[in-house]
């Protein structure tokens, strides 16, 4: 039976290859009760960190962090990174924790990341990549601290068969008023506010463009989820599955091992400092393809059904993989049927 202790320690355990340790860090992780920041909360405190994670529950969920909530090198802050918080110091208008002085790495992770929000919260998707992103920023620059920013492969946009698959190099090609341009363009402001402080400041910061993710304490439901928990969920419910379009649009789906494996390398190797990376799966898989394996997988009796392709929809999602593996010693090592076995685990033991 999948058991998440098993994945940490598999992290850990290929990051202790090239010596990454946390231990004794102070680290800020911006977004800390979501999918992703709460494996990297997970992986922080099991290496000795101390960490504060700071969320303000729009999209995460205090079930992802209630196991650490007794770990004295944790602590949590609720606060939306959109407003200015000081951290050291009293502020006189702002939220103000004077008792931490010293912050050794902010990682800002904070942002509502699912298509269904795009529709339903667009402006606070703005706000956290863009004000988020100059507050989190300026912790960092306060503290002299370094900086990680969680990018995404949407930056972008829906490009064309010849910048497919897609090479850090490429610019994008982003509607700029389309549905999805409160996520694609904010991110690509928060990029360009990374490079403005590595101009002006000198700040040590690293981004990366991440591509979709899955694996256990992912957000299934209609306003959060994304393909693959809500394939799952219905697949185990026996209810239609929901293909959008006629399925062929592909994704490149990474295990959530191999996803923090690659943030937590990205943050530690001083090379990777103002140099984008692109950390996903680089075999492509197509939205039909991953439905019928969801299928398979847990012996469902769902039948696939489709619905209109929604607009902006990115055709097809696979990246070039060459800087993670020069930069970072990183590769994708987990095959989608394994990674999915674990999930569907992970989602059948939650349901109990
Ligand atoms: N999961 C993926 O496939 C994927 C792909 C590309 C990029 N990313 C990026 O990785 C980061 C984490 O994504 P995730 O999949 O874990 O999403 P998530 O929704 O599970 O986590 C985001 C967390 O940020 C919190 N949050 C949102 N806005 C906030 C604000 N203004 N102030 C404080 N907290 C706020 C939410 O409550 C949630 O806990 C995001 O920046 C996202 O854009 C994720």
Redesign the pocket.
Known sequence: MYNIDDDISEINNRLKKDNISYKNKTILV??G?????SWVCDVLLSQGANVLC???????LRENIQDFEDNPNFRFIM????LPIYFGKIHPHYASIPEITSIDIVMH??????PFEFRNSPI?IL??NTF?TFNALGIANNHNATFFY?????VYGNPPPEAVPTPETYYGYVNPIGPRSCYDEA?RCGEAYIMAYILEYNIDAHLIR????YGPKI?SGNL?G?VVPNFIIQALHDEDITVFGDGKQTRSFTYIVDEIEGILRDVAIPNARGVVINIGNNIETSVLELAKKIIELTGSNSKIVHKKLPKDDPSRRKPVLKRAKKILNWEPKIKLKEGLKRTIDWFKKSEN
């Open positions: 911006t977004g009760a979501g999918f992703l920041g700071l969320d303000d529950f729009s999209s995460g606060h939306d990174i959109s992770m904070a942002s509502r990341a699912s606070s706000k956290s988020g969680s990018s995404t492969s949407e991110k991440i591509f979709n993710t957000r959060f994304r």
